[in-house]
């Protein structure tokens, strides 16, 4: 069983609808993290998190230290937005990687 | 931007030769990392350097060897590829504020013939 647990694995979507991605981890961390992967295959850090919720635009990521459990919510999702989505804990002072979540928002 | 380069961006190989990529960054920062990602397994760590001469394995090492001669810049190397090794490598840098927030370079696609 992976550490990191994304799903859904894919997610196709219309534009406008609200979306969440989710991820669970086994692990004790210290900070879990929410990246994006653009088809075109540049990977940008979007969230770190440690605690409660964090907001930018249309992103907002949550955790729950005690259920080990994280999302990233899209609101009023775009094109723009196909991406794949990347779920990391910090643990030990290593990186564990989730598998990432293919997105695609149809306009 | 962080200012990582990743160099060559493509390349294609045949099996039995050796291929080195590498990694630059202008901002001097002491963590430097190579991944592989595949489809299915996202993205795994090959080898990390924590300063110059500073290396480490990761947890998909085999096969591969590293470098770091200079702070800037971070060589992995195949010392004889194979086809398993057909992949996109990544390069990340941690400028090492605590947070193990990784910033990445352009990824490099590899293809093994």
């Known amino acids: 069983k992976n550490e990191v647990e994304q799903s859904p694995q894919n997610l196709t979507a219309q534009e406008g609808e609200f979306i969440t991605i989710n991820c669970s981890y086994s692990?004790?961390?210290?900070?879990l993290h929410w990246l994006q992967q653009h088809p075109g295959g540049g990977i940008v850090s979007l969230f770190m998190?440690?605690?409660?919720?964090k907001k930018h635009g249309r992103l907002i990521a949550t955790i729950n230290i005690q259920e080990k459990h994280s999302s990233l919510h899209i609101t009023a999702s775009h094109p723009r937005d196909s991406a794949v989505y990347i779920c990391a804990v910090s643990s030990n002072y290593q990186l564990i990687w989730g598998a990432g979540t293919k997105l695609i928002i149809k306009p | 931007d962080a200012g990582i380069t990743q160099s060559p961006r493509h390349k294609v190989t045949e099996t039995g030769t050796p291929v080195t990529l590498r990694c630059h960054q202008t901002?001097?920062?002491?963590?430097m990392y190579w991944y592989r990602q595949d489809p299915g397994h996202g993205l795994r760590l090959i080898h990390y350097?924590?300063?110059?001469?500073?290396?480490d394995k990761g947890e998909v090492s085999d096969g591969y060897s590293v470098s770091r001669s200079k702070t800037e810049d971070f060589l992995l190397t195949l010392e004889s590829a194979t086809s398993s090794q057909t992949s996109v490598y990544f390069c990340?840098?941690?400028?090492?504020?605590?947070?193990?927030?990784?910033?990445f370079g352009p990824g490099t696609r590899l293809t093994v013939l």
């Open positions: 998190l440690s605690s409660g919720k």
């Open positions: 692990v004790g961390i210290s900070a």
């Open positions: 350097s924590y300063g110059v001469k500073d290396t």
């Open positions: 990340a840098i941690n400028p090492g504020t605590g947070t193990d927030t990784q910033y």
């Open positions: 901002e001097n920062h002491r963590y």
